[in-house]
C-alpha cells in the first residue's frame, strides 16, 4: 500500500471492531479475528467463506507500519489480540469533552431546568434498537 511505504506516519483510529475482522463492526463475543474469521457464527449461509477471505485480505495491507488508536481499553485489547494488528503500536485515546461547554451541574438544577420533580429517581437510557443485546435494556 503506497501510504504505508510513504516513510510517513500513518495513524488509524478506531471506533469499533471493523479494521481487524473479516467484517464485523462488532464481533459480538466471537474472537475468529484472532486467528482467521471461517466459519462465521453471525452468517447463516457463508459457503463460500467471505470474513475469511475479508481478513486475510486486510493481513495483506497492514504489516504493522502503522499506528492504531482507539478510545477505549476494551478496543485497545480487541485490536492487540487481532491478526491484522498484532504487531502495530497501538495506543488509547479517550473521546473528550469541551469543559467549557459541558461541565458538572447539580442534580437538582438539571431537574428544575427540565421540570423534573426533584424527589424523583432519574435514568437516562439510549438506544437505535431496543433489541440490542449492547444496550443492557435487560440489565436496565
Excluded at 475479508?54 to 480487541?78: D, E, I, Y
Excluded at 469541551?98 to 438544577?109: G, I, W
Aim: aromatic content about 10%; proline content about 6%.
Amino acid at each position: 500500500m503506497p501510504l504505508l511505504e510513504s516513510g510517513k506516519p500513518v495513524l488509524w483510529t478506531l471506533h469499533d471492531q471493523w479494521g481487524f475482522t473479516g467484517g464485523c463492526h462488532y464481533s459480538a463475543g466471537c474472537e475468529k479475528y484472532q486467528s482467521d474469521c471461517r466459519d462465521c457464527p453471525q452468517l447463516q449461509d457463508d459457503r463460500f467463506q467471505i470474513p475469511y477471505f475479508v481478513l486475510k485480505n486486510k493481513l495483506s495491507h497492514f504489516p504493522g507500519r502503522l499506528t492504531v488508536v482507539t478510545p477505549s481499553q476494551w478496543l485497545a485489547s480487541c485490536a492487540r489480540k487481532s491478526k491484522v494488528f498484532e504487531k502495530c503500536r497501538i495506543e488509547v485515546i479517550p473521546y473528550s469533552l469541551e469543559t467549557d461547554v459541558f461541565r458538572p451541574n447539580s442534580r437538582q438544577d438539571a431537574k428544575n431546568a427540565l421540570g423534573i420533580n426533584p424527589d424523583a429517581v432519574t435514568l437516562l437510557f439510549g438506544a437505535w434498537e431496543l433489541e440490542e443485546k449492547r444496550k443492557g435494556l435487560d440489565l436496565l
